[in-house]
């Protein structure tokens, strides 16, 4: 039931991923709207916080998440070679662009040499403030790794949806709750 098997992913993994999927998408569209605001707006140092607060959270979350994919058995993948090949090759580029994407948020908010407050309850520290032009060249890294990761995550659901509708085999269904082969 928590643990994946062979067949389906397991509760763990599944509350995981759609954890993942709505604070990506609530970070881009805070992010974006971020930078609609001016210096009196009430929201000017408001939206940043919260911003750095869930990114945070989301940086945790999916470092545990990858620790446990890896200790983990992983559903065979369904579908064509084809299918099987581009589901490997998109998994690992979300992963990858939700690094790239974290990490530079993170070297954003902390090259001024101050550490991060996460939701007030504790303080991450800046490590690393020595790259030179370190908060503009993060937050163009940072722009297009947050523009590119929901793209291809748009397409992945695509990919999800052609799973069930077309093909219509389990693979949809075993992301929203443990499904035994057949079911
Ligand atoms: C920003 C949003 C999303 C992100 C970052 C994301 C990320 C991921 C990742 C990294 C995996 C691979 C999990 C692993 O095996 O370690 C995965 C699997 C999956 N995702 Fe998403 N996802 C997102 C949104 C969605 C949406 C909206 C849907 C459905 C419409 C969806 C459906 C699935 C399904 C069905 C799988 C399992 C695929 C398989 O069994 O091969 N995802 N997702
Ligand atoms: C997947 C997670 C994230 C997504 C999708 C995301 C998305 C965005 C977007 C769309 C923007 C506005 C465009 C820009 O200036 O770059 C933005 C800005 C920003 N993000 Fe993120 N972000 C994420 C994680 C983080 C994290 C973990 C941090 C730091 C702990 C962070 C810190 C910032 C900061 C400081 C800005 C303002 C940059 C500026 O004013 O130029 N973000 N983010």
């Not at 309850?121 to 993060?138: H, K």
């Not at 793209?151 to 799973?163: C, D, E, K, N, T």
Request: glycine content about 8%; proline content about 5%; cysteine-free.
């Amino acid at each position: 039931m928590f643990k994946n098997t062979a067949h389906s992913y397991g509760w763990v993994s599944i509350a995981m991923h759609w954890i993942t999927a709505v604070l990506v998408i609530g970070l881009f569209i805070l992010g974006y709207w971020m930078l609609t605001l001016g210096y009196y707006d009430s929201w000017y140092r408001l939206g940043p916080w919260w911003h750095k607060s869930f990114g945070i959270t989301l940086l945790v979350l999916t470092v545990i998440r990858l620790l446990w994919s890896l200790s983990n058995q992983k559903p065979e993948p369904l579908g064509t070679p084809w299918e099987k090949r581009g589901a490997t090759v998109g998994h690992a580029l979300i992963y990858g662009l939700l690094f790239v994407t974290l990490i530079s948020g993170y070297l954003i908010s902390t090259a001024d040499g101050r550490g991060i407050s996460v939701f007030d309850w504790f303080e991450v520290p800046a490590l690393i403030t020595s790259i030179p032009q370190q908060e503009d060249i993060a937050g163009v890294i940072h722009w297009y790794a947050a523009l590119t990761l929901v793209i291809v995550a748009a397409g992945h659901a695509l990919a999800a949806l052609r799973h069930h509708i077309v093909n219509r085999d389990n693979t949809l269904k075993r992301m929203l709750r443990p499904t035994p082969p057949g079911q």
